[in-house]
């Protein structure tokens, strides 16, 4: 019984290392070597005895806790920047004073100034570098948070934002890019996906149409299948005529004899719907409801002073949407469309570098955009791969031993 | 922190907690208050600059005395008579560094009352970066707060709960709150809540608890879906309805029994 009961605190204790929660004794234990990075929790235990163990250290959390809360920001003023905040409709902030090194890759010069965005202020001030006045007198960091959080930058989005640059990434805004989503002339340049007869119901080809790139990577891992069904699909008549039906092309096979050398070949012939990759659904209507969904950040490495140009930045690791869970629905395939064609794709070995341990779906990744729903304090990151999956081959053994012959 | 829209409303029902209007209590300061805040800050750095000439006065005599000292205790090591003959000398020279050190804070002092503290070597005053806005005389709440759900909604400060979906979500939460549940938001889970048993900072939860609508079919593959997620890190999975007619809550939890 004592066994099991170990065995679940010690899963849940990894589980519930996915929340964010932090244990505050860790933050302030002076005694102990202090832990690099954002804080860990400690243990948990299974749930309340009534012991007096129980009680101190769940004391002793909730004080933890409070002096955190009450910890009040103090900093020598060698340290500290100052900014003059300029309200709406600027909404940017000033630096008269600059100390450290953290406009390597913060803040953009305007005509020889300083400038801060406002979740570049709000972040600086939370971290004891940053004096912000406003009309002469100092802005408390209640007064930024409201005076600060609107507009563009909504409190989830400054939520993701500081998540991000604590973990040591250098984050930036997206700059809407010209080929961005409102580009009407996308969907203009349309091709013909469907090489099935037309439909005559305009609204249920439209259908169709929305759903193509998931329903035919569902056709095309259905068509890679093994030999056997492929030889039946040549051979047998009977079966070709129930495929034919729905093809309506009556009376001609797909695959009409003659000389295959290879599988591909064959596959070709088989292939009635072409597969579509989500970066180049050209003809999917672009012009739907704007769901609020943007490039919102661009997400780089740790940079070093001098090693970073905000200027060049060079290919961002990650393209982050920032998505609040309670008032939105997630993004319809149109606005995925959008969002995977805002940007250029990013070289192959910048997308390697950023996931460390790569699942198979994920070796041919070119694209992907990072999702963070926010829910109150929780963030949860989930990442939208485009994984081509019409360049994705399976090798069959006989295929193999096929090219051996041929050489 | 932030709280949950649940427990905004809770609290708001409950009396313990009244919402202020941030925007309106934060106003423009007054030339006077401006004024006001400004001599604040140069006499808290004046005050600051004082403990720091003071300590480092004291710091500069307690290293001359401890060198003196071991001058000192070298020379009585060497040549007692010699030591005997110094030490009038050296309280004169202590009388002299006094004197200095005397002068030198007196200048201090009027750079001071000049306001050029900046100027002085070595000091740099410690700034104090404001969490809360109370100290500040122009902010004020009064007549900014609202004390109750209906106040609040008037003002357009509060709308949660808007929908027959928040409504429902709502009866749950304070349903399983008024159970003794600690309850916080369950989206790393697929769910709507976590339940824990005690306060989250020690205890592990127990339950994920989704909210649905009454009527919902539930497929046999989202059974499959709800006992899989809550297996997989040691949870009950709890299904939760609201019932209209009868004013009550209906539970119902999946769990892997574990047979095979």
Known sequence: MQNTKGNIEEINEQEDDINQEIDYISLFAKEKTKVRGIPKRGSKDFEPDGSENQHDALTSSLNALQNALSEERNVSSRQLCKAIWHRAPISKAMITVSKGSHFHNMGHAIKGKMWLYPEECLFLMDRCSLSMQYCGVDMSLQHAYCEIIGEWLTLEKYQVYAYLKRIGFTVLRAQPSPSSSTNTSVCSQSQPLIQTPSHTNATSHQLQQLQLPWFLNRINSFIISPFIYITNLLNSSSVLSSRKSANKKEDQSLVVPGEYRTYEQVYKKLQIIKSSSITHCHNIDVDVEDEGYNIDFLVYKESAPGKFKKKNPGSPLFHVVVASAETQKPPSLPTLCNLFNSFPSSSQTNSSQSLESQSPSQLSTRKNILFAIVDGSNISFLEYNDIMFDNIHVNLISDHVEKKMRY | ?260
């Not at chain 2, 759900?149 to 949660?160: E, M, R, T």
């Not at chain 2, 499959?224 to 997989?232: E, M, Y």
Request: hydrophobic share 35%; net charge negative.
């Open chain 2, 1 to 260: 922190m932030t709280l949950m829209p649940e427990e905004v409303t809770l609290l708001l029902s409950k009396g313990i907690i009244v919402l202020v209007d941030e925007e309106k209590s934060h106003r423009l300061p007054t030339q006077v208050q401006i004024e006001e805040f400004k001599q604040k800050i140069s006499q808290e750095e004046n005050i600051q600059l004082q403990e720091y000439i003071k300590f480092t006065e004291e710091k500069k005599l307690k290293i001359e005395c401890l060198r003196k000292n071991n001058d000192l205790s070298q020379d009585i090591k060497g040549e007692r008579n010699i030591a005997k003959e110094i030490s009038p000398n050296d309280l004169k020279e202590k009388d002299v560094l006094f004197q200095q050190s005397q002068e030198f804070q007196d200048q201090q002092n009027s750079l001071n009352l000049e306001n050029k503290s900046s100027k002085i070597q070595g000091f740099a005053p410690v700034v104090n970066i404001k969490t809360s806005s109370t100290s500040f005389a122009w902010y004020n709440y009064n007549g900014n707060c609202f004390s109750s759900i209906d106040l609040a909604k008037q003002n357009d400060l509060w709308v949660w709960p808007s929908t027959l979906k928040d409504l429902q979500k709502y009866k749950i939460y304070c349903d399983l709150w008024n159970q003794g549940y600690y309850i916080t938001s369950g989206i790393k889970f697929g769910g709507d809540y976590l339940l824990y048993p005690g306060d989250p900072l020690r205890y592990h939860s127990h339950f994920i608890a989704i909210v649905l609508d009454i009527d919902k079919i539930i497929s046999p593959m989202d059974i499959i879906t709800f006992g899989r997620l809550g297996t997989t890190v040691k949870k009950s999975y709890m299904l939760c309805s609201w019932n209209q007619q009868q004013d009550k809550a209906v539970y119902y939890c999946l769990e892997w029994s574990g047979f095979g």
